[in-house]
């Protein structure tokens, strides 16, 4: 079978098409035939030797890539006592979280444990479906990291990007009162996700926000990595959650900060699926390319302005 793996790190040059064997999947896992897989930031991470630099991952002869995936059981391991819940043939969707593999999700199969995986949506492709677990997971573990109640106000960065827009959909549906910001021309889409109020970038955010929350939000989503400009939007006492680790601001004026340790949860993956097919929650594909064509969508991600994420399809 053909996987996305790095022997060496680098441009998008270094990422190779390997022929490997058909990975078992052990107790408690499934072999997913991939019908597609998303192509996100922490990837690029991956392959440019960044995560190693940061004692994140391990230096590795073969490191696989890919985090998303969206496709059907193919095979279930040895079950442990309280089964998978899953059959062959149950489309699924799932999130291969950990880092130091040899196979990631940008592949023709890939196995993961049950607990990462949940029965994809009914109401959209499986192209659409790849785009969430990665992304809507790390924008609600963001929001719980908050613990804001309803009627609340929350900042989130980078709305019109790929976790931030998941993140202003996820805020409305628990009753918080968003304000977003991204840049001008995507004012409209951005509110029609669920924002309340929109702030340009470009503008000074902590005065900006204030004018329309006085006092300052009570929590932010700093999907956009804006760390000090962003805090500056919340209240004294209020909460901060960093969404890349590394980039958390100081916790100044008693706000509380806090990174977001993005985790595979199977229950939480299975209510996302229901906001979907529900809809209040809007997956969105920026293209969809085969896995050959891997390097180009590095590049592009690279190169910024992307909305959604790119898909790939073995």
């Known amino acids: 079978m053909r996987a996305v793996i790095v022997r060496t790190f680098g441009g998008p ?33 991956t392959r440019s030797g960044g995560l190693t630099a940061a004692g994140l991952l391990p230096a590795r002869e073969v490191i696989g890539i890919g985090w998303d995936v969206a496709g059907v059981v193919d095979a279930i391991g040895p079950e442990p006592a309280s089964g998978t819940g899953f059959a062959v043939g149950d489309a699924v969707i799932g999130l291969s979280d950990r880092l130091d593999v040899p196979l990631g999700a940008q592949a023709d199969f890939v196995v993961l444990d049950a607990v990462a995986v949940a029965r994809a949506p009914r109401s959209i492709t499986a192209q659409q479906a790849a785009t969430i677990p990665l992304n809507a997971l790390t924008a609600a573990q963001s929001l719980d990291l908050l613990a804001l109640g309803p009627g609340q106000s929350v900042l989130v960065t980078g709305a019109a990007g790929a976790v931030g827009g998941f993140a202003v959909e996820l805020a409305k549906a628990r009753g918080l009162r968003v304000v977003a910001t991204a840049g001008a021309a995507d004012a409209e889409s951005v509110r029609s996700l669920g924002a309340e109020f929109f702030v340009p970038l470009g503008a000074r955010l902590g005065e900006a926000v204030r004018a329309l929350v006085p006092g300052g939000v009570d929590g932010a989503v700093d999907a956009a990595v804006l760390g000090a400009e962003a805090l500056d939007a919340v209240r004294n006492r209020g909460a901060f ?36 097919d529900t809809g209040a929650l809007t997956p969105r594909v920026a293209d969809i390319l085969p896995l050959a064509r891997v390097a180009d969508a590095h590049k592009r991600l690279a ?12």
């Open 13 to 45: 040059e270094v990422l190779e098409i390997a022929e490997l064997p058909v990975p078992d999947p052990g107790p408690g896992q499934l072999r997913i035939r991939v019908t597609a897989a998303t192509v996100n930031p922490v990837d690029l991470h």
């Open 241 to 276: 959650a960093a969404v890349v680790g590394g980039a958390e601001p100081v916790g100044l004026r008693g706000i509380r900060v806090a990174n977001t340790w993005i985790r595979a949860d199977a229950a939480q993956l299975a209510d996302l699926v229901h906001l979907v």
């Open 303 to 314: 190169e910024g302005g992307v909305r959604g994420r790119i898909v790939l399809v073995p």
